[in-house]
């Protein structure tokens, strides 16, 4: 099974619909409207694209996507 880092995790969180698919098209298209100079997010679309199209929707299914952040975090 494909196995994802913490911030490939909460990016998915974000643009999770429920689906492997529905993930993919969103993740699509935000990429087009990042700014250039962001690189490392660029990268993190790319890499979380990469892997999900390679997973199974029954692969996808046995994920748990939960954001993993503190509350602290948003002071």
Known sequence: MT???LEEINLMCIYDTGSRNGLLTELEKVLPL???DDVELIQLVQTVL???QQMSDLEYGQLIL???FKTEDWD
């Open 66 to 68: 939960i954001p993993d």
């Open 3 to 5: 196995t994802f880092n």
């Open 34 to 36: 990042l700014a250039e």
């Open 50 to 52: 990469a892997k999900v």
